[in-house]
């Protein structure tokens, strides 16, 4: 119980220094998968007074905006769900060039590096999303989508747009 132990520190830590925890947004990931020959049900952790819920290693929830669980075919198909709608929705508004390409920056990409941070989906995958992102930014910015992808990828201190890749 020694993960326990730590909440109890982190809920005395955060009492003292005037910061509040909201339990609702809390939850516990299984670090195991249920045909793994060590699989434990999680325990329910408490914070306080409020129980933690405690996910399965087929459940997952939303992080920041990302889904964030142990069973990577489902989170995956829920982030690129999220990740094409976003950029869709982005790149067919009625935002000029230059805020189309900053609302991707600092709102669709992050969120793709939170995701990353937790597991990494394979490069099939990240070729796939990054093809996309390659015709949308194209169209959002008037480029001809036979045009050098270097000037997307290149710095804006450099002349390019900046965009990561």
């Known amino acids: 119980m020694q993960a326990q ?36 049900d999680p325990e329910p952790f408490h914070l306080g007074a409020a129980s933690l819920p405690a996910l399965t290693w087929r459940q997952w929830y939303k992080y920041l905006g990302c889904p964030v ?14 990740y094409l709608r976003d950029s869709e929705v982005i790149m067919s508004s009625h935002l000029a060039e230059w805020q189309k390409l ?6 669709i990409f992050p ?30 910015v008037r480029l001809p989508l036979c045009s050098c992808t270097e000037f997307l990828y290149t710095p804006q201190a450099l002349g390019g747009l900046g965009v990561p890749n």
């Open 102 to 107: 900053d609302a991707y920056r600092h709102f």
């Open 5 to 40: 132990a730590l909440l109890d520190r982190c809920l005395q830590f955060t009492t003292w220094a005037g910061l509040t925890v909201n339990p609702q947004k809390c939850g516990t990931l299984c670090s195991t998968n249920a045909v793994s020959p060590i699989y434990v």
């Open 69 to 82: 669980g142990a069973w990577s075919s489902i989170v995956m198909s829920a982030i690129s769900a999220s």
């Open 111 to 140: 969120r793709l590096q939170h995701v990353f941070r937790v597991f990494f989906p394979g490069s099939s995958w990240c070729k796939r999303m990054d093809m996309r992102a390659r015709k949308w930014l194209k169209k959002a």
